[in-house]
């Protein structure tokens, strides 16, 4: 049986409600889970989560380099910082993460997360939606400071 996120998180909390309600002890129950699965070799998990830090063109999916010049488009950048290769074949990061990029063949990138669309201001939206994958619940915005000093002096610039 192919196993998805949702049919594994049914099936393991289902098992542990009804192993608490009848006394069994919750590893036998999970044991029976994981019977022909392989066993992993991984001792622990390294993310990096770099909030209102690097974008992912300039660290671990660099795109072409574009040298920067006074004067130039915004819309002409790509990326400001050149590519090296990692320890994986057709691999590369931006330079700055050779250290990183040395034991590429040791760990996991993942470059398929795609964010659903809340909007580009706020990131703390989409940081609840990758911590918890459910989106933040939506509730009517109160107005902000700066509306009600507006509403009670009135416009400063007729």
């Known amino acids: 049986m192919n196993w998805n996120r949702r049919d594994f998180l049914k099936g393991t909390s289902a098992a542990a409600i ?9 590893s036998k129950v999970f044991g029976s889970i994981t019977g022909n699965n392989p066993k992993s070799t ?9 909030a209102g830090g690097m974008p992912h063109t300039d660290t671990f999916d660099p795109k072409k380099y574009t040298p920067f010049s006074k004067g130039m488009q915004s819309n002409s950048v790509l990326s400001t910082f050149k590519s090296i290769p990692t320890a994986l074949d057709g691999i590369n990061f931006s330079e700055g993460l050779e250290s990183i990029a040395g034991i590429m063949d040791k760990g996991t990138l993942i470059r398929s997360y795609v964010a659903a669309d809340m909007g580009h201001i706020l990131h703390s939206r989409h940081q609840y939606h990758w911590h918890t994958c459910y989106q933040p619940p939506q509730s ?8 009600w000093i507006a509403k009670e002096l009135g416009p400063l610039n007729p």
Do not use: C, E, Y
């Open 18 to 26: 009804a192993a608490m309600a009848a006394g069994i002890p919750i």
């Open 42 to 50: 991984a001792d622990s998990v390294i993310l990096l989560w770099m």
């Open 140 to 147: 009517v915005s109160a107005p902000h400071i700066g509306s």
